[in-house]
């Protein structure tokens, strides 16, 4: 069964400095696909990226930062010098492509705040 | 604009009433996905559509009921037997299959009184 796991429930750092943002996942599938959503005060969730599990390589994208291991079954999200905008909830998702019942399993969240 | 559109924003219900949730996506999308959010916690799956006349029950389905009668929208009743049903509610559509992520709306805000 399909499972993501967010250990974290709250983090606070202060502006400036870097932040890493674990996510532990489990499914039986050999093709899927993780992602990382936003979610700001407003409630919406913003997409910020995916990963199929063919592709290992890293991304960076601006400060924002992804480290996927396939071998530990970890998709973590690196934020380096943090802003108070990135404060937010961050959540890890999971979806099997091929499942007859493909569906997208959230993490509990990580509650970011990022002090002035 | 191609998008997914939950109404009304926010919701007041008296206790004992069922309640419908609309969930509308012009993206051609076939999955939709309803997830509740409760105050300081993750997303748990409800109920989730593959295609058209087709719909499966997530992780608390209890209490709730869907239809996918047509392929852009999936509305959720929240019936008088789920027993807390004030919550943040969330709709997402995406294509199954593929390499896209799921594209959520806004929410809706349901308090039942």
């Known amino acids: 069964a399909q499972k993501v796991t967010q250990a974290q429930t709250e983090i606070s750092v202060v502006e400036k400095e870097d932040v890493t943002l674990d996510c532990v996942y489990e499914?039986?599938?050999?093709?899927?696909?993780l992602f990382w959503y936003k979610q700001p005060p407003s409630g919406e969730l913003v997409f910020l990226i995916r990963?199929?599990?063919?592709?290992?390589q890293n991304e960076i994208s601006g400060r924002y930062s992804w480290n996927f291991q396939k071998s530990t079954s970890s998709f973590n999200f690196t934020i380096t010098a943090s802003q108070v905008v990135d404060s937010a909830v961050y959540f890890c998702?999971?979806?099997?492509?091929?499942?007859?019942?493909?569906?997208?399993?959230f993490g509990s969240g990580t509650r970011l705040s990022i002090r002035p | 604009d191609g998008g997914i559109t939950q109404s009304p924003k926010y919701l007041f219900r008296k206790e004992g009433q069922n309640v419908t949730l609309s969930c509308e996506q012009n993206?051609?999308?076939?999955?939709m996905y309803w997830y509740r959010q409760d105050p300081g916690q993750g997303l748990r799956l409800i109920y989730y559509?593959?295609?058209?006349?087709?719909?499966q029950k997530g992780d608390i389905a209890e209490g709730y009921s869907v239809s996918r009668e047509k392929k852009e929208s999936f509305p959720l009743t929240v019936t008088s037997a789920q027993k807390n049903p004030t919550a943040f509610y969330l709709c997402?559509?995406?294509?199954?299959?593929?390499?896209?992520?799921?594209?959520f709306g806004q929410g809706t805000r349901l308090t039942v009184v």
């Open positions: 998702a999971l979806s099997e492509r091929y499942s007859s019942a493909s569906k997208i399993i």
């Open positions: 997402a559509s995406s294509m199954p299959g593929s390499d896209t992520e799921a594209f």
């Open positions: 499914t039986r599938d050999t093709t899927y696909y």
């Open positions: 559509s593959q295609i058209v006349n087709d719909f």
């Open positions: 990963r199929n599990s063919f592709d290992e």
């Open positions: 993206l051609n999308h076939d999955a």
